[in-house]
């Protein structure tokens, strides 16, 4: 599985758009590229994911790059519950395995 | 409701003595999985199962076991539980047909004395 990176933390001001990047430069053809976030000591929530095109759900964009080497995750408008550590991941389901990072801790301040 | 449940909640047990966390999911998914959560070492994959009667190891599978006999269940077991088994455990559930996107139990906080 792909390695990613993440910047350790980011701020964001309530209401703004939250850009969360993440670096995949080694990530293979079959290999989607999920977003998770765990709020506290949670159960991590999966939030979106993506192959090559650009997605969007009810939660959040995902931006992949056209070489799929990096990608962005975009909360349109951040609120205070969204403070939490967002987890990039590079999975294929060729496998079980999901591996995680240390992820970006987003803290969305007033 | 779709979810995945864990129980206990919360486990305080002493050095030796078997346990069984236990963890169903009703939401008919093929692939489960097992994570321990460490403060400084984040969530870090046990074991998984891609089906029934399938399991694989993940990155910290000593001292643990599984077993996958029904879709819907998948049990955690320390034989021979030890205080660097003290974690946050957490089971997850995902299907090919949901584009694989896990859904996550709402953990058990293990202690081991």
């Known amino acids: 599985d792909a390695k990613t990176t993440q910047p350790t933390s980011m701020d964001c001001a309530e209401g703004r758009a939250a850009n969360l990047p993440c670096n995949h430069s080694?990530?293979?053809?079959?290999?989607?590229v999920y977003w998770y976030r765990q709020i506290h000591s949670q159960g991590p929530q999966y939030i979106i994911h993506?192959?090559?095109n650009n997605e969007t759900n009810e939660m959040a964009s995902l931006i992949i790059t056209e070489d799929r080497k990096s990608s962005t995750l975009i909360l349109p408008h951040a609120t205070l519950r969204d403070t939490a550590v967002y987890y990039c991941?590079?999975?294929?389901?060729?496998?079980?395995?999901?591996?995680f990072g240390q992820g970006t801790t987003l803290q969305v301040k007033p | 409701e779709a979810q995945v449940t864990q129980n206990p909640r919360y486990l305080i047990t002493v050095t030796g003595k078997k346990l069984t966390v236990t963890c169903s999911q009703n939401?008919?998914?093929?692939?489960m999985s097992w994570y321990r959560q460490d403060p400084g070492l984040g969530l870090r994959q046990i074991y998984y199962s891609m089906n029934v009667e399938v399991t694989d190891k993940g990155d910290v599978p000593e001292g643990y076991k599984v077993s996958r006999k029904e879709k819907r269940n998948f049990p955690l077991i320390l034989e021979s539980p030890s205080p660097n088994q003290t974690s946050l455990y957490f089971c997850?559930?995902?299907?090919?047909?949901?584009?694989?996107?896990?859904?996550f139990g709402s953990g058990t906080r293990l202690t081991v004395v």
């Open positions: 939401m008919n998914h093929e692939y």
């Open positions: 080694t990530i293979s053809g079959n290999e989607y």
């Open positions: 993506g192959l090559k």
């Open positions: 997850a559930s995902s299907s090919p047909r949901g584009g694989y996107g896990y859904t």
């Open positions: 991941i590079a999975f294929s389901g060729n496998t079980g395995k999901l591996i």
